[in-house]
C-alpha cells in the first residue's frame, strides 16, 4: 500500500489564494506521474492536472489559467499553487499517481472557498 498525505488546505476568500502539498512517507514520487484531483459533495472525484517525471504538466479547464502544479523532488513533494478561487473551486483535494489514479486515496485536505 501507498500513504498519501495530503496538506494546505482552509478557508480563504474569493480572490484568494493557497498552496497545497502532497507526500508520501512510503513511496519516492520522483519516476511517477502524479495529480491533482477533488471531489466536492454530489459529485465524482475529478483529475484536475497532472506532472509526469520529466516536468511535462497538463490542466483540466477548470484549473488552466489559476492553478500550477509542481514537484520537488529532493523533498517528495507535489504541489498546487492556486489563485483566484472561487465558491465553485470548494471541494475535498487529493493527491495520486497521473493521469491514471493507481494509488489508495488518502484523507485529502479540504479548501473552502467563502466570503
Known amino acids: 500500500q501507498v500513504h498519501l498525505v495530503e496538506s494546505g488546505g482552509g478557508l480563504v476568500q474569493p480572490g484568494g489564494s493557497l498552496t497545497l502539498s502532497c507526500t508520501s512517507s512510503?513511496?519516492?514520487?520522483?519516476?511517477?506521474?502524479m495529480g491533482w484531483y477533488r471531489q466536492s459533495p454530489g459529485k465524482q472525484r475529478e483529475l484536475l492536472t497532472f506532472i509526469l517525471p520529466d516536468g511535462l504538466t497538463n490542466y483540466r479547464d477548470a484549473a488552466k489559467g489559476r492553478f500550477t502544479i509542481s514537484r520537488d523532488n529532493a523533498k517528495n513533494l507535489i504541489l498546487l499553487e492556486m489563485s483566484d478561487l472561487k465558491p465553485d473551486d470548494t471541494a475535498r483535494y487529493y493527491c495520486?499517481?497521473?493521469?491514471?489514479?493507481?494509488?489508495?486515496w488518502g484523507q485529502g485536505t479540504q479548501v473552502t472557498v467563502s466570503s
Open positions: 495520486n499517481s497521473g493521469p491514471n489514479s493507481m494509488w489508495n
Open positions: 512510503d513511496r519516492v514520487f520522483r519516476d511517477y506521474g
